[in-house]
């Protein structure tokens, strides 16, 4: 296919136009914005060009992740949704799940991105609920409304967080957002939740996904 053939960039604007489809077609692929940070500087026009193998390996991981990144399905808005999502040191990541007529959970979307300089300040505790506020406004046409949903988290305390007395300015600024939204938040451990895990590590490859 055309992106296993795709040659390796030697200049800022080879990269440019990797990049370019490579950020188009990051919705198949989990956690695209941790793998691709490396490359995010070098096609900056102040930036020195140095193809690293360090650069080479993060090229071929991004290659090889949308090449075996998983079917999604096409969201049936007659059935409910949910939602799972995780943060790193760099990037947040999240998923947007439904269970088919088989009871086959399909992953609908994927979206990431990386964090904003003052971002990777904030406490784990935030990094996660940022994460939360992402996946609510990247799948809002699908959630938002009175119809119920889950959000899945490997973090226990987000259980409460949006009810919590003791909660951050910048928390407290995100709760009129959450109250948009009719949903719970139901507490996973890392290793029971395969596809958070999957996010924080960049890697997708024991996810049961089925073509619908």
């Known amino acids: 296919c055309a992106i296993a053939q795709w040659p390796v960039p030697v200049s800022q604007k080879d990269l440019r136009k990797w990049l370019g489809l490579a950020n188009y077609l990051h919705k198949y692929s ?5 793998m691709a940070r490396p490359l995010t500087n070098l096609p900056k026009k102040d930036a020195v060009w140095s193809w690293t193998s360090e ?7 991004i290659k090889s992740s949308l090449q075996s990144a998983p079917i999604l399905a096409l969201p049936d808005e007659e059935r409910p ?5 995780h943060a790193s040191d760099f990037a947040i990541g999240c998923a947007l799940l439904q269970v088919d007529a088989e009871g086959r959970e ?10 904003k300089a003052a971002e990777k300040n904030y406490p784990v505790h935030d990094k996660e609920l940022l994460a939360m506020k992402y996946a609510l406004v990247k799948f809002w046409v699908h959630l938002l409304g009175q ?9 226990a305390s987000l259980r409460t967080a949006t ?5 951050s300015q910048r928390m ?23 596809l958070a895990d ?3 590590r960049g890697q997708i490859t024991s996810w049961h996904i089925w073509p619908t």
């Open 55 to 61: 650069a080479q390996q993060v090229f071929e991981a």
């Open 106 to 115: 399909m992953v609908v979307s994927f979206q990431s991105r990386q964090l």
């Open 172 to 194: 407290a600024q995100w709760l009129s957002f959450f109250a948009e939204y009719n949903f719970t938040v139901e507490y996973k451990p890392g290793k029971q939740n395969v």
């Open 30 to 34: 989990a956690n695209y914005a941790e």
């Open 163 to 167: 009810s919590s007395p003791h909660l």
């Open 81 to 85: 949704f949910s939602v799972v999502c």
């Open 147 to 155: 119809k119920p949903f889950v959000i899945y988290t490997d973090h």
């Open 198 to 200: 999957a996010l924080s």
